[in-house]
Each structure stands twice: as structure tokens, then as C-alpha cells.
């Protein structure tokens, strides 16, 4: 098993920034790829930004606006969130999987942390 904890959510203005972190503790070792997805109300729960040995995958949406990183020692990963929009404001979730591939499909991914909210204002 793998836990995960997010942490560093909250409330920022158009324009600003976040940096999410998620901790991950147990079986790390089984670890391949570290993700984030995104789900606002009423919506479907969404692809954000992925990590793996291979390198990183984006959504087109936050493209250049944010950066996923990985501290193995830690095994830990962050997404920068920088040039926030209101339509960034969801609860995000950190995942990982145990397969050594990237995906963005959310159903591949086996361990789910608990979600934290980011909302942006206007």
C-alpha cells in the first residue's frame, strides 16, 4: 500500500501562485509515475500533470503555466501553479502508479491521495 497527503491549497487571486506538495509513504518503492488530476464541481475528474522517468506530461491547459517536479530522497512531488485562472479553482488530488509508463487516464493510476482545494478569484 502507499499513502498519499497533499498539501498546500487554498485561496489565491487571478494571477497568483501555489505550489502543491504530496508526501508519499509505504510501499514508494513500487512508484513509477506521480500524477496530479483535478476535479471541479460538477465536472469530471481531469488530467493535470504527470512525472516519470521519462520526463513530464502536461495537460494543454496548464502548459507553461505550471511544473511538476519529483525529490525521489523525499519521495515527494510538487506542481508549481503559477499565472492562476479562476477556471484553474478545483479540489486536486495527487496519484500515483505502479506501472513504469506516463498516463493521463485517471483509472490507471492505483494509489489516490485525499484532495485539496485551490481556488482562484476574480
Known amino acids: 500500500q502507499v499513502q498519499l497527503v497533499e498539501s498546500g491549497g487554498g485561496l489565491v487571486q487571478a494571477g497568483g501562485s501555489l505550489r502543491l506538495s504530496c508526501a508519499a509513504s509505504?510501499?514508494?518503492?513500487?512508484?513509477?509515475?506521480m500524477g496530479w488530476f483535478r476535479q471541479a464541481p460538477g465536472q469530471e475528474r481531469e488530467f493535470v500533470a504527470a512525472?516519470?522517468?521519462?520526463?513530464?506530461d502536461y495537460a494543454d491547459s496548464v502548459k507553461g503555466r505550471f511544473t511538476i517536479s519529483r525529490d525521489n530522497a523525499k519521495n515527494t512531488v510538487y506542481l508549481q501553479m503559477n499565472s492562476l485562472k479562476p477556471e484553474d479553482t478545483a479540489v486536486y488530488y495527487c496519484?500515483?502508479?505502479?506501472?513504469?509508463?506516463?498516463?493521463?487516464?485517471?483509472?490507471?493510476?492505483?494509489?489516490w491521495g485525499q484532495g485539496i482545494q485551490v481556488t482562484v478569484s476574480s
Open positions: 496519484a500515483v502508479r505502479t506501472y513504469p509508463q506516463g498516463s493521463r487516464v485517471s483509472n490507471s493510476y492505483d494509489y
Open positions: 512525472i516519470s522517468w521519462s520526463g513530464a
Open positions: 509505504g510501499r514508494t518503492f513500487s512508484i513509477y509515475v
